[in-house]
């Protein structure tokens, strides 16, 4: 078996997450219903990326404030 798998499968027993298999029908993204599969995809996909950017923008004015790297980082 593969090792991540085994690993995420642990993981997610012993945090009480199984596999959700409901499909996203619609979703609702900028104030707009989308139901198309690839425009949910990359309705998500533009969410989680500008999530990391502004996460990294966060961190890097944080670090231009002279906080060591030691100092947990909180959003």
């Known amino acids: 078996m593969n090792k991540n798998k085994t690993i995420w ?3 997610n027993l012993e ?3 199984t ?3 409901e499909k996203i029908n619609t979703l609702n993204s900028d104030g707009n219903s ?3 599969c690839q425009e949910i ?4 996909n ?3 990326l500008t999530t990391a950017k502004s996460i990294n923008t966060k961190q890097n004015e944080l670090s231009s404030h002279n906080v060591d790297n030691t100092t947990p980082f909180i959003i």
Do not use: C, E
């Open 46 to 48: 533009k969410y989680f």
């Open 15 to 17: 945090t009480n997450k």
């Open 41 to 44: 995809a990359n309705a998500f």
């Open 9 to 11: 499968d642990t993981v």
């Open 19 to 21: 596999g959700n298999t």
């Open 34 to 36: 989308i139901s198309n």
